[in-house]
């Protein structure tokens, strides 16, 4: 029972809904809907009068009036309308030429301002240029001074060189004459004297061409010479000197033929100072002295002169 009412209420609801399909698809449409008004009695013309409705009739048509073809409008011909030139301003195109001759301008300040700072780093180049050569002048300048100092004191050192050599072959000259005349020859030994020994016999302060073997070798005048063949003509002139020292100084000099002290220098054997002050004043001196004139003898004669300084 209850399975049979289940199928009734499927059934029912099958039934409706295809009831409610058909008419949603067939019958529920819209009718259309006539075009509405007012209904006019019959009649043929617009102009009739009275409440009855005449009998149908053939009806007669209306003499029309005849047709009048209306003339052609005028036509008025109207002057044409004068054209009217409108300047048309170009406002839109003033800023791209306003900013064209900016532009130029801008270009053309820009050319002057690397014009100006090219005339400007080549003035800088051209003072550099003009300051390094000055400077290279200068340079060289002090280099050709430099030379030429060099130059001079090589020049002097040469000609004191030369004129030392010349001393010396004068007064080697000299000595192998005298050695000579008294049958006596230079010799290289390194002992000389008479008491039969070694060595060089004779006093630290003496003369070496002096053939005194004992003394001082000064005598009592505090200076003494040693010239062989030669004697003083006066006195030995005594040095010159402002200071407080004490020593020896031996002066090697070569007198000419004449008497006369042509050549003095400091002769450090048989010397017990280097005092330049000594020096310069023993050798002023020896300049000063003066030996007799011989003209037998040789152009140049070397010896000593002796000098010995004490305290006062």
């Given amino acids: 029972m209850e399975q049979y009412n289940r199928r009734g209420v499927i059934g029912s609801v099958i039934f409706h809904v295809l009831v409610l399909l058909l008419l949603i698809f067939f019958g ?20 009739g009068m009275g409440e009855i409705e005449p009998p149908k009739a053939t009806a007669q048509p209306t003499p ?46 820009d050319k002057l301002k690397k014009q100006l700072e090219e005339e400007a780093r080549q003035e800088k180049l051209a003072e550099e ?18 030379r030429q100092a060099e130059l001079e004191r090589q ?23 005298v050695g000579s005349a008294f049958g006596k020859s230079n010799s290289n030994s390194s002992s000389e004297g008479d008491a039969g020994g070694s060595g060089n016999q004779g006093y ?21 010479f040693s010239l062989t063949g030669r004697s003083l003509n006066g006195s030995i002139p005594d040095p010159i000197y402002s200071i407080q020292e004490d020593g020896i100084i031996v002066v090697q000099v070569t007198v000419d033929k004449y008497g006369k002290v042509v050549a003095a ?48």
């Fill in 155 to 177: 020049q002097k050192i040469e000609a004191e060189r030369k004129k030392r050599e010349e001393q010396q072959r004068i007064a080697d000259e000299a000595r192998n004459k």
């Fill in 64 to 109: 029309s009036e005849p047709k009048v073809t209306p003339p052609p409008p005028t036509v008025k011909s109207e002057p044409a309308p004068k054209a009217v030139e409108t300047v048309k301003t170009q406002d839109f195109d003033e800023a791209p030429e306003i900013k064209s001759a900016q532009q130029k301008k801008k270009e053309k300040e």
């Fill in 265 to 312: 220098e400091y002769q450090l054997k048989g010397s017990t100072s280097q005092n330049s002050t000594l020096i310069k004043a023993s050798i002023d001196a020896a300049k000063k002295t003066r030996f007799n004139s011989d003209p037998n003898a040789s152009a140049f004669q070397k010896g000593t002169i002796t000098y010995q300084f004490e305290l006062n």
């Fill in 28 to 47: 529920l449409k819209t009718l259309p809907q006539e075009e509405e008004g007012v209904l006019v009695n019959l009649g043929n013309v617009q102009t």
């Fill in 204 to 224: 630290v302060t003496g003369d070496p061409n002096s053939k005194n073997r004992t003394g001082s070798g000064l005598g009592k005048s505090g200076s003494g």
């Fill in 129 to 146: 240029r003009k300051i390094k050569e000055e400077a290279d002048r200068k340079a060289k300048a002090e280099a050709e001074v430099k």
